[in-house]
């Protein structure tokens, strides 16, 4: 099992920037993948980002040429520029194999 925890999350305006780091620990062979996900009220989770251990990594449209991934198997980030309000979500990393932090909240006020 991974343990996963992320930080970095917070209050920004509309136009910040915010970075978020997955901190993994335990049996880190398990991480299969570097991602991040986002979920609001009443609706699904959604992909963010994924990062490969290849170094291949894919992006929601919504955020592409805003957020970067990066990092390695043991930390990984999602740098987050020119947020909008509908950013707002709650941020979860994932490492594959139904592996997931407990979230961090960021919120981008208009």
């Known amino acids: 099992q991974v343990q996963l925890v992320e930080s970095g999350g917070g209050l920004v305006q509309t136009g910040g920037s915010l970075r978020l780091s997955c901190a993994a620990s335990g049996s880190i062979f398990r991480v299969t993948v570097m991602g991040w996900y986002r979920q609001t009220p009443g609706k699904q989770r959604e992909l963010v980002a994924t990062?490969?251990?290849?170094?291949s990594s894919n992006y929601a449209d919504s955020v592409k040429g805003r957020f970067t991934i990066s990092g390695d198997k043991t930390t990984w980030y999602l740098q987050m520029n020119s947020l909008k309000p509908e950013d707002t979500a709650v941020y979860y990393c994932?490492?594959?194999?139904?592996?997931w932090g407990q979230g961090t909240q960021v919120t981008v006020s208009s």
């Open positions: 994932y490492a594959g194999n139904w592996q």
């Open positions: 990062l490969t251990s290849g170094g």
